[in-house]
Each structure stands twice: as C-alpha cells, then as structure tokens.
C-alpha cells in the first residue's frame, strides 16, 4: 500500500471509544482495502487506560487538550461528550490546527455546530457527525446527501436509544420505569446524566441537528421545545395498547407556510403511534427516521440506535470517507448559505389526542368534562370508563378527533378545573394523523 495512512487520535475510551477502538483494530484490514489507507490510531486520550483494548504501542494521554495540541495526527476522534467543556475545547483546537474532526456528540453539535462548521470551513478541516444521530443509521448522510434532490417538508423519528428501550420493555413486561432505565444504563446506552435521555434533551439535540440538514438552515437547539417520558405511566402505555397505538418518544420537526413564509415547527414529546404506522413497531434500542419529500415521497430508515458497535460503525464511516478525500460541509452547505427559518408560534397546530382523567366517580361528572369539550368544538371519537366504583377515583380515557391545538389547550384546562377531576389530565398527542 502506497498512500500514507490516515493518522487518527481518539478522545474519550468509553462505551463508543472502545467499541470504535475494536472496530479499527478488528476491520483493519477491509479499511485499508476499501479506503486504499491503512487507518492508524496515532494516539488515545481518556481519564483511565480501559483494560482489554486493542491499544498496545498506542501513546496515551490522560489530557485530552494535551494529546489535541501536541500529537502528531489528521483526525481527531471527540468521545468524551457534553455540550461544552472538554470535548469543545478539544474539537474548536483540533480544528484550529486544520485537523478533521469526528464526533458522536449531539449535544455539542446541536449548541455549537454552526460556530464549527465555520471554524472548519476556515481551516480547510471537515467535521464529521454521523454517529451523533441515529447511531449506526446513516441518517446525516441520507438527509445531506442522499435526499439532496427534495424539498423535505418533515423529517420525524425515534432518536433515543434509551426511551425507547425503556418504553418497549416497559410495554411488554410491565416492570417498572425505574428498574428498566438502570438496564438500558447497564448496556450502554444511556447518556452520562440519563436525565437528558429521559427529559427529552437528547432527542431534541438530534432533531435539531436533522431539521438543519432537512430544511438547510442553521443548526439551533433553541427552535426545538421539548417534553420527556416522566410523566409517561404503566396505565397510558396499557390504554394505548388497548386503542391500537404504542406510546414513543418522537422528534418532529415540519416546514410549512405560515403568513408567507416557511416556517418550521420542532418538537420533542411522547406520541401514541398508530400501529399500522412505521414506527409503531421499532423497539428496544433501535431508532428510526422518517422523511417526506416533495419527489421522492417517504423514506424510511431503521436500526440500532445507541449502543457501543452501532456508533462505532458510524464514527468509523466518517473517518473512511476523510481517508477517501470524499468531503465536503459539515451541513451540505457552506454556513454562509444555511438560512434562518422562523419558528411556527406555539398553539398553532393541529393535533388529534389521547386524554387520560383519573375522576371521582360522581353523578354528572362526565357531563362537565363533554361540556368542555363541547363548547371548545372538540370532538370524542372513543372513551373508556370501566366498571363503576362510587366516590373512588377512576380512569377515564378518550380519543379526540383532530383539532386545534390551542382549543384542545383551553378545554383541558376547564376540565382540570372540574373539581371532580382529582389529577392534572394527562395529553398525549396522536401521531402521525
Ligand atoms: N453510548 C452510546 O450509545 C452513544 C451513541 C451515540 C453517541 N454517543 C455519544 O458519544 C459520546 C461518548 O459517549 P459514551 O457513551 O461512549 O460515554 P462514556 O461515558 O462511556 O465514555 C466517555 C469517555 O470519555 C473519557 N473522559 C471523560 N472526561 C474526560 C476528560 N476530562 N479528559 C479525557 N477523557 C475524558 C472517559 O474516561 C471515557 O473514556 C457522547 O457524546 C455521547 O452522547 C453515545
Ligand atoms: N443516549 C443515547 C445514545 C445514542 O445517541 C440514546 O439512548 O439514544
Ligand atoms: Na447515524
């Protein structure tokens, strides 16, 4: 082999630093047949040397900014994660020097992805960031490159690898939140601080980073509102199974006209899914995307989502197409070029629900709560309420037909009022329509 190999430095030896690690280490040889380059781990930096990697002869660094500064490679490999910190330091300085970056790090590229993708147009460096999203599904480069021809006008997902787990084995075993989220942390799969997985931070770094991709403007965390799986009970995730849905964690960002102009909506928040719907039927720790576009229609793309191998495969195709000289910007577009959309206001929608009311079983209690629901023009398709159990509290659980969504706001409002009404309802929007 006659070209010079691609020398990388990795950041961060956890859960995906090892798995990337092994994957270089294991597929040596196919890289260098695909890529023409043998790839070459230069260096290796994280708080502690993991045991059982494949690292022999590899110069280590417990100071990630020293390793970025001083060794001699093409590529640094960002594993450490957070938005901020360390993994920022280190990338905005690898990029300073014209090195390529590769990073699985969703929470910085969604906060700081613009001010990088500028750092590296200027440096003539490229950042990679495939395995920030979807795992090992080659989403980014689907959307940037592969959907390129389209006007996407949505593009909608899974996203965490976690809530999702949790969700599904939660849906099929019964046991309980708690116990689930420590099995998906166990496997890898959640993030440091699992409040970002379960609070829907994580999801919403994702559909941030796609929304860009998809609509061609600037990457902004800021545009996405956000809502998680706490509230989320063993009793809805059973109702929707009765109704014919699964309750996921969805990222959903849409352009559509509003006042003349394009204007995006993005957001994050658990949704009963239909089941004849794609979506209805990915579980564990897979994710999935759905985009429309304006020729090719909907496309569809499933797989796993999180874990140590997923990701690496992902990071790992980033570093083949830097070894290939198949670059390119970092969003499809020089930064210049993203424009700015504004954001659909908030109430403006249409949705259809579920709702779920736990109601001290009194005469006329339901009439109030039709009553609401009346006087807004919302408009029941199905209700559940079993068995009778005077002056205790019980379920009772409905389906409402699209609506406004500020209308369906105002009605649950006035039914929270009911005094017979002993919990805030429970909303949970139908997805898709
Ligand atoms: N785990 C997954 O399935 C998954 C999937 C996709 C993306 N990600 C992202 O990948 C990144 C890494 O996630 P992970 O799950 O591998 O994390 P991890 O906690 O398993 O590993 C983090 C690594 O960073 C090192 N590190 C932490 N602070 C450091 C410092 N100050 N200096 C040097 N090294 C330091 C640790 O020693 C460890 O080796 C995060 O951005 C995460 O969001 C994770
Ligand atoms: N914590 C993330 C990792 C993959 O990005 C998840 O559960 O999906
Ligand atoms: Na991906």
Redesign the pocket.
């Known amino acids: 082999m006659s070209s010079s190999p691609l020398k990388i430095a990795i ?7 090892g798995g990337t690690v092994e994957l270089l280490a294991g597929h040596a040889d196919l890289l260098a047949a695909r890529t023409g380059r043998r790839l070459e781990l230069v260096a290796a ?4 040397r ?1 045991a059982g990697l494949p690292l022999d002869g590899v110069p280590f660094y ?3 900014r020293e390793m970025t500064r001083d060794a001699d490679y093409d590529v640094l490999i960002e ?4 938005a901020n910190g ?2 920022l330091d280190v990338v905005r300085a690898a990029l300073e020097r014209g090195k390529h970056v590769v ?6 590229i969604a906060h700081h992805g613009v001010e990088l993708a500028r750092l590296a147009e200027l440096t003539g460096a490229n950042i990679g960031f495939e ?2 999203v979807g ?1 090992g599904i080659p989403v980014i480069k689907a959307l940037r490159e592969g959907l390129a021809a389209n006007r996407v006008t949505k593009v909608m997902g899974i996203l965490n ?1 976690t809530c999702n787990f949790i969700l599904s084995t939660m849906q099929e075993t019964g046991r309980e939140f708690a116990d689930v989220l420590a099995e998906a942390q166990a496997l ?2 959640a ?2 601080d699992p409040t970002f997985d379960i609070d829907g931070i ?1 999801t919403a770094h994702k559909l941030a980073i796609l929304a860009s991709l998809a609509f061609g403007m600037p990457v902004s965390i800021d545009a996405v509102t956000c809502e998680g799986i706490r509230h989320v009970s063993a009793l809805d995730i059973r109702y929707a199974a009765e109704l014919g849905y699964r309750i996921k964690l969805l990222g959903v960002a849409s352009l559509s006209e509003i006042n003349g102009e394009l204007a995006t909506d993005c957001r994050v928040y658990p949704a009963m899914v239909p089941l004849g719907f794609p979506l209805a039927h990915v579980d564990g720790p897979f994710n999935a995307v759905v985009t429309e576009g304006d020729f090719v229609g909907r496309t569809v793309l499933e797989g796993r989502g ?3 191998h997923p ?1 690496a495969s992902a990071v790992v195709a980033d570093l083949i197409d830097l070894a290939c000289g198949r670059v390119g910007p970092a969003f499809g577009l020089p930064v210049d070029r993203l424009e700015p959309r504004p954001t659909a206001p908030r109430g403006a929608g249409r949705a259809a629900w579920y709702i779920r009311l736990m109601v001290r079983d009194e005469p006329g209690v339901f009439a109030d709560i039709a009553a609401a629901l009346r006087d807004e023009k919302v408009s029941m398709e199905q209700v559940i309420q079993r068995g009778r159990a005077p002056n205790q509290t019980v379920p009772v659980v409905m389906t409402v037909h699209e609506t406004d969504e500020a209308a369906m706001l105002r009605a649950v409002a006035r039914i929270n009022g009911i005094a017979s009404v002993a919990e805030p309802p429970r909303l949970i929007r139908i997805e898709p329509l």
Request: proline share 2%; charged share 10%.
């Open positions: 950041a961060g030896l956890g859960t995906v630093g930096a994280a708080l502690e993991p417990t100071d990630a594993l450490i994660g957070g360390i993994a990073t699985a790090n969703k929470a910085m395995a920030s795992g690898g890898g799969y993030e440091a994580d999180a874990g140590a990701t």
